[in-house]
Each structure stands twice: as C-alpha cells, then as structure tokens.
C-alpha cells in the first residue's frame, strides 16, 4: 500500500487525484480529517494524525511498502523528514519517494534547499530504495503576489531580473503518482521544470493580457518585502526562509533557469505552460 503525506496540500493532492485515476488507492495523511472529504471521495483511507507525533508515525506506516514524503517548510522540517525515514525503515517501507527542490545543494545560501539536500542525503544513506522529485519554483508561487496585482496592477517579488523555468505543481503530482505506481525509478532524482523560462516581467505581461488589465513588475528592496511579509507570515523562521529563496535567485542561477525534458520523458506530454496556469488561476488575479 501506498503513503502519502502532505495530500490536503497543493502538490500531493494532485498525486493523489491521479493515483486514485489510475485505479489505485492509498492511506493519505492530514491533521484534519474535514479537509480531506474530496480525498476520501476518491477512495483513499485517510489517516488523521501528526507526523510529529512517532506513535501515529508508526500506525500510518503499517502495511505500507511505498510512501510518499511532503512537509512544509518550518524550523521543524529537516528533523521530522529524518524521523519519517528512520520509522519507514523501520516498517519495512521498500521505497520512499521525497520532494526535494531543484536548487537543493549545501551551501547555496538558503535554509530550505539546504535542509532538502541533508535530508536528500539522509534517505539515501538509509538504505531505502529512493526517488527525488524535484521541482522547480512551482508557478503557484505567484498566487502569493496575486492581491497586490489585484488592488494595484502590480506583481511583486524580489526576484530582479532572474530568469525561472517555472513548473506547475500539479504536473508536479502527477509524476509523484506515476513514480509510486510503477517499478522502475528506484535511485532517481528528477528535476522537474516548466517548458520556458522567463522573467518576472515577462510574466507580468503575459498576465495582463489574460486577465485584461495593465500588470506591471514590482522588484522591492528585499528588507522591504521582508517587512511586509512579518506582517502577514507569523512565523519569522519561515520570513527568513523565503527572503533567503528570493536573494539566491535575485543572484541567478543556471539551475532554475534550465529547462528539463524529465517530465516530457515521464509523461509523455508537455509540462503545463505558464499561460494554461495563468488562465486556469484568472479569478485569483482578477
Ligand atoms: N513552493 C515551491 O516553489 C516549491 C518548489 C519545490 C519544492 N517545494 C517543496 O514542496 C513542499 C511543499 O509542498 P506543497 O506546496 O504542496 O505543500 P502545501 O500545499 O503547503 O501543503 C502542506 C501539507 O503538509 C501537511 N502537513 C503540514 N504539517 C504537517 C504535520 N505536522 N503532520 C502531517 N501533515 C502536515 C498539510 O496537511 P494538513 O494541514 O491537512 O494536516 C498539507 O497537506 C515543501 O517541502 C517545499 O520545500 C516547493
């Protein structure tokens, strides 16, 4: 049986969307079972627990050989993805598949891609069988800037003039789907993109002609945004995390500005483009 955490969330629900698609189930986790009535509408066992607490760890893992590892990012993460994979070896789990992120390497400045590589490193020294999705920006990262092109025309994001081959997280889920049900991509990592990649300024051309409304890019003084954002984020760990995101890809960085062919290898398709996102997302910008 398959497990799969973070499946209320963006990406993971749409893994479990595709699993349940192609026939299959599997015990999905949430810390809330009202949040997961479309989840058990697709057939999944849910499983109602927190994956910091090692006794529900223990009872989700029971009879699972293939599990699925999300988390958000908190101060917490690193430690907690460390238990989940000591308890999956534990069980008897032949296979954990994580989400990692594309710019994950030590040292690059930035705690969350520098937690995903320790924790990369952790599974792999685990002795599990392993695959790493890892995904570039997700393009509902936008959604966090859509209020202020609402109420002033303006997408904001101090990102300078980097250029990001932005992945949709749904495609994002459907590989996750595809790589828990069926052999074969056992000691991979996949690097996950859009099919193009552009600026902020780019997008917010793009953006305007879909929701019909001049949109223009807004590059903020990073100690600004981070003011902001205290405002809105109670979680200062978390400001810091994402103000560290957006300085190392202000710098630019041959990673996220690559292109992959690995979901189109995967698939069989073209990832999601960034004007199909933008216009499935219109409501939220306009
Ligand atoms: N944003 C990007 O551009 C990007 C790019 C690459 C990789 N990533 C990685 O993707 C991950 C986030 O994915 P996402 O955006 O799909 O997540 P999300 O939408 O924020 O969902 C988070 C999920 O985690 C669950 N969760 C949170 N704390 C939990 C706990 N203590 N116990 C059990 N479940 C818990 C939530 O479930 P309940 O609330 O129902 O319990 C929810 O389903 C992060 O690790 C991030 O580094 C993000």
Redesign the pocket.
């Known amino acids: 049986m398959i497990l799969l955490?973070?499946?209320?969330?963006?990406?993971?629900?749409a893994a479990a969307t595709a699993i349940a698609v192609a026939g299959h189930k599997a015990r999905v986790?949430?810390?809330?079972a009202a949040?997961?009535s479309q989840l058990a509408a697709l057939g999944h066992e849910i499983a109602v627990?927190?994956?910091?607490d090692l006794q529900f760890l223990k009872d989700a893992m029971r009879g699972i050989d293939r599990a699925f590892l999300?988390?958000?990012?908190?101060e917490?993460?690193g430690n907690?993805e460390a238990r989940f994979t000591d308890t999956a070896k534990a069980s008897g789990v032949r296979h954990l598949v994580k989400?990692?992120?594309?710019e994950a390497h030590a040292g690059i400045g930035a705690r969350?891609p520098e937690m995903?590589a320790a924790s990369e490193a952790y599974v792999k020294a685990s002795g599990l069988e392993w695959t790493m999705v890892?995904?570039?920006?997700?393009m509902?990262?936008l959604l966090a800037a859509a209020n202020g092109v609402k109420a002033r025309g303006e997408l904001t994001m101090p990102v300078g003039g980097a250029r990001i081959s932005?992945?949709d997280?749904r495609d994002?889920g459907a590989v996750i789907a595809k790589v828990l049900l069926e052999p074969g991509h056992e000691g991979q990592s996949y690097k996950l993109t859009g099919s193009e990649s552009v600026t902020f300024v780019e997008i917010a051309t793009r953006l305007s002609r879909i929701i019909d409304k001049p949109v223009k890019f807004v590059d903020p003084p990073l100690a600004a945004y981070r003011e902001n954002l205290l405002k809105a984020l109670p979680d200062p760990w978390r400001v810091e995390a994402v103000c560290e995101i957006f300085a190392t890809t202000a710098k630019g960085q041959r990673e996220i500005e690559a292109i992959t062919d690995t979901f189109q290898e995967l698939l069989g398709r073209s990832p999601i483009g960034l004007d199909t996102f933008l216009s499935d997302y219109k409501k939220a910008f306009s």
Do not use: E, Y
Request: hydrophobic share 40%; with cysteine; glycine share 6%.
């Open positions: 955490t973070g499946a209320t969330g963006k990406t993971a629900m986790v949430t810390r809330d949040k997961a627990g927190d994956l910091s999300l988390l958000p990012n908190t917490q993460q907690m989400i990692s992120s594309i969350v995903h890892k995904p570039n920006f997700f509902q990262t932005m992945v997280c994002a």
